[in-house]
T-cell receptor, first 111, second 114 residues
């Protein structure tokens, strides 16, 4: 069955450092990999997606990579800020399929 | 509306009662999802509607759970004979982009079963 794994332990980093979050998937060949942010008590918010033929995608301080051979996506936040503290969710996707999320990784950025 | 709207935002009910949760998706969005999120846990897929196709109900945990959608509009998630284990936040999301699938979420309905 399809499986999505994200770092189960919370990630604690210092302000200004780069945060790197991992999303691994098995029994999937997604055409897209989506990333969302969820704050406590709120619904998730879409951040960005990367296509299978893209190695890397950037949006402001965010960078996402997609390695279809390793079946892995990495999500980087550079120059992290306390306001980046949240839970980050990944979701592999194919057109016509349903969207299933990983368990999420909680990021805490300390000043 | 500007975003996905869910109601009620909070619902407290007694074990054994039925509850209905409502979702108003973004106008024109053809896809609509329901997820369940227990405290401190991830999003658990429940059901997916896409246009006029038959819904994907593969995530519904038991026959006490059902959902309907009127065309490409409002959806209602019904939980019959609620149990304490049904306590969770129920999130609705809609999508216009069938190819890339990115979702817009509501703020959720928090259900507490006493």
């Amino acid at each position: 069955s399809q499986k999505i794994e994200q770092n189960s332990e919370a990630l604690n980093i210092q302000e200004g450092k780069t945060a790197t979050l991992t999303c691994n998937y098995t029994n999937y060949s997604p055409a897209y990999l989506q990333w969302y942010r969820q704050d406590p008590g709120r619904g998730p918010v879409f951040l960005l997606l990367i296509r299978e033929n893209e190695k890397e995608k950037r949006k402001e301080r965010l960078k996402v990579t997609f390695d279809t051979t390793l079946k892995q996506s990495l999500f980087h936040i550079t120059a992290s800020q306390p306001a980046d503290s949240a839970t980050y969710l990944c979701a592999p996707y194919n057109q016509g399929g349903k969207l299933i999320f990983g368990q999420g990784t909680e990021l805490s950025v300390k000043p | 509306g500007a975003g996905v709207s869910q109601s009620p935002s909070n619902k407290v009910t007694e074990k054994g009662k039925d509850v209905e949760l409502r979702c108003d998706p973004i106008s024109g969005h053809t896809a609509l999802y329901w997820y369940r999120q227990r405290l401190g846990q991830g999003l658990e897929f429940l059901i997916y509607f896409q246009g006029n196709s038959a819904p994907d109900k593969s995530g519904l945990p038991s026959d006490r759970f059902s959902a309907e959608r009127t065309g490409e509009s409002v959806s209602t998630l019904t939980i019959q004979r609620t149990q304490q284990e049904d306590s969770a936040v129920y999130l609705c999301a809609s999508s216009l982009a069938e190819e890339t699938g990115e979702l817009f979420f509501g703020e959720g309905s928090r259900l507490t079963v006493l």
